[in-house]
Every structure is written in C-alpha cells, then in structure tokens.
C-alpha cells in the first residue's frame, strides 16, 4: 500500500500559482498512474488531471488544461501540480491519489490510495 502526503495549497490572488507536491512512502508508486482531485464546498470530488506510469500520457479537466501541469519523479517518488492563472473557482481541496494499475483514469474508484488534501484557496 502506497501512502501520499499532499502539501503545497495556500492562499493567493487570482492569477497567482502554485505548484502542490505529493510524495508517496512504502511501496514505490512508479508502476501506478497518478491523479489529483479537487473538492470544493458543497460539491463532490472531481478530477483534475492525471498521468501515466509508462509513457507518462497526461489528461486534464477541460478547465484547467492549459493553466495546469502534472509531471512526476519516479526517482523521488514524487507528483507534482503546476497551477498558473489561478482563478477564483480553483478554489478547493485537493487531493492526489495513486491509481491500480499504469494507465491515466479520471474516476476516483480507479484510485486506490489517497493524499490526506491541501487547501487551495485564491482570492478574487
């Protein structure tokens, strides 16, 4: 079982960044594709963006896709999430995840293992 610990959120201006960082202990998490989600108040959990463990194939929610990047280091068991241009509505928690097997997913079931969550709060 993989464990992630999220950090990284804060508070910034719109158009601001932040790049939140998830690093995994125990069993390494290079064969596993990885995710972040993101929870806002009174919403449920939605995907953000995710990539793969063999080819490292990206997706993105349609409303970050261009503002945000997710990269990974296998060597330090790291996944990152670049947020430029942040906006109002980015405003959440947000949660990595690891997936079961190598291939990029948008559904939260598909994740086996969860960050404990960051906060992202930007100011309007």
């Not at 670049?82 to 990595?96: G, P, R, V």
């Not at 097997?101 to 086996?112: D, I």
């Amino acid at each position: 079982q993989v464990q992630l610990v999220d950090s990284g959120g804060g508070l910034v201006q719109a158009g601001g960044s932040l790049r939140l960082s998830c690093a995994a202990s125990g069993r390494t998490f290079s064969e596993n594709a990885l995710g972040w989600f993101r929870q806002a108040p009174g919403k449920e959990r939605e995907f953000v963006a995710a990539i793969g463990s063999i080819d490292s194939n990206t997706a993105y929610l349609n409303s970050v896709e261009g503002r945000f990047t997710i990269s990974r280091d296998n060597a330090k068991n790291t996944v990152y999430l670049q947020m430029n241009s942040l906006k109002h509505e980015d405003t959440a928690i947000y949660y990595c995840a690891a997936s079961q097997g190598p291939r990029v997913s948008v559904f939260p079931e598909e994740y086996r293992s969860w960050g404990q969550g960051t906060q992202v709060t930007v100011s309007s």
